[in-house]
């Protein structure tokens, strides 16, 4: 399993484990990340799943597809390594990483 | 969406039905009971060990959180069967179900964006989805707290009325012309058209209805293009202006500029009219909730969520399998047919705790009102900034609000959900 760490908008830490092959949304949702609300599911389709990754994991997590580029555009406030989380797909290499959640999707 | 029976009627057909008896019980969607109580049925359903097979459509029924929502998010399950059938079963399909011999609704209506997959349906669903954004919906707030303000002005001498009929009705169709660009006189028009062309789609519908609604259709098609004309001539700060430009930079065609501007209006009017009704419903069934609501107004979003849960307004949907596919713990072949039960899938104890219970302050809700995958309801926002403005407004100027009559009728039918008419006494604060 991979632990991760999801760093809401007051400071709080909501640690998760993923396994490989599902999407860090899962992961949040699972473990209980109410401000990831990813209404539409997971198909890229709502743009309510946002989330930002510390420089260094952006660098190492494969490249959004256009689809989600697009949507980024939508989300409120969105920063430069910004993801939608339905989309991150979880891997071996992202063990102890920390991703950052906005305070709201809305 | 209103929409969704476009390719879903055979649901409408009042036939005989001779029961499986593997079923436990016969689903009779246009009974009173159903539309006193879908809740109960959805229950029994869920109880079974596999999906519930409706033999009058050919359906299998899913009511289970999980299977609905694996289903939605499955990209080989689509809304239309047409990669699977020859254009003379899909021509005969649509005359079994009366959707023949009326070229402009088969034109503007029965194609869409709802009804389409693959690449015209992302594509149309980019040009539009910008305009859907929590951003670009806010900016209709004042518009929205003018227009209540206006008719509850109106409403205000009067003790008692009907919610649906006297308020409910006249505010989402106007919102939406606004959105859209049409001037504010317009408005009845468009939703007489849109309700016309809609009442098509309810069971029992006769050639009287046909005609009305392939007129309806014709009407607002010249309507809108007239106003097309107008915004080409001088291009305003609405969605019509912007289609336009799309149009012209070729991300859509004509046709699809007028049959997204349809979609878009039939979309929202009827279903956002319906959960004003069973939320101001739901708020007057459990008074403790609507104190509560009243007493912390920071609670409006989890109220308006708990709303669109508890009384889902579109609680049908369905998809076509497009390969062999498990589904509920069975193998179904390509070409099954399943309904995507939301308004059961929302009451599932497995996904929420306390499921027939209206909690103004439920986190997470997690529901499945506005569906899910790649046909996410695009009109979400717009629908929930209603609601928090009506409702907020409400809880501000009038107290003492109660129901006149004991039962409220529900309107009849699997596709829809919400009370025919809601009368209520009311004071002002």
Known sequence: ?106 | MSLVVVMSSFDLREEDMSPDPANKFVLDPHSAAFAANPYDVYAAMRAMDAPYYWEEADTWMLTKMADVEAVALNKTMLRNNEAFITEADRKAQQRAINFHDMPFHERYVQVNLLESEGETHDRLRKVVFREFTPAMIARQRDAIQTFVDGLLDELSEQDEIDFVSDFAAHVPGHIIGRVLGVPDEDAPRLRHWSEEVVRFFDPGRDDADKARAELATKEFYEYLLNLLADREAAPQEDLLSRLIARRDAGQLSQDELISTAMLILMAGHGSTIDVLGSGMHALLRYPAEHQKLRDDGTLMKTAVQEMFRFESPLPYFHRFATDDTEVGGRMFPAGTRFGLLYGAANRDPARFENPDVFDVGRTPNRHMAFGGGGHFCLGNHLARLDMDVIFTTINARFSDIVLTETEVAYKRGLSVRGPQALRIEWKRA
């Open chain 1, 1 to 106: 399993m991979i632990k991760l760490t999801f760093v809401q908008a007051d400071g709080s830490r909501i640690e998760a484990e993923a396994s490989p092959g599902t999407s860090l949304m899962q992961a949040a949702v699972n473990a209980g990340v109410d401000a990831i609300a990813a209404e539409c599911g997971g198909a890229c389709a709502c743009g309510t799943c946002h989330c930002v990754l510390p420089q260094e994991w952006f660098e190492r997590v494969a490249a959004p597809e256009a689809d989600e580029v697009d949507m980024l555009e939508f989300v409120i406030d969105p920063q430069p390594t910004s993801r939608l989380s339905c989309q991150v797909v979880v891997t071996k290499e992202m063990q102890g990483m920390e991703v950052n959640v906005p305070d709201t999707q809305v």
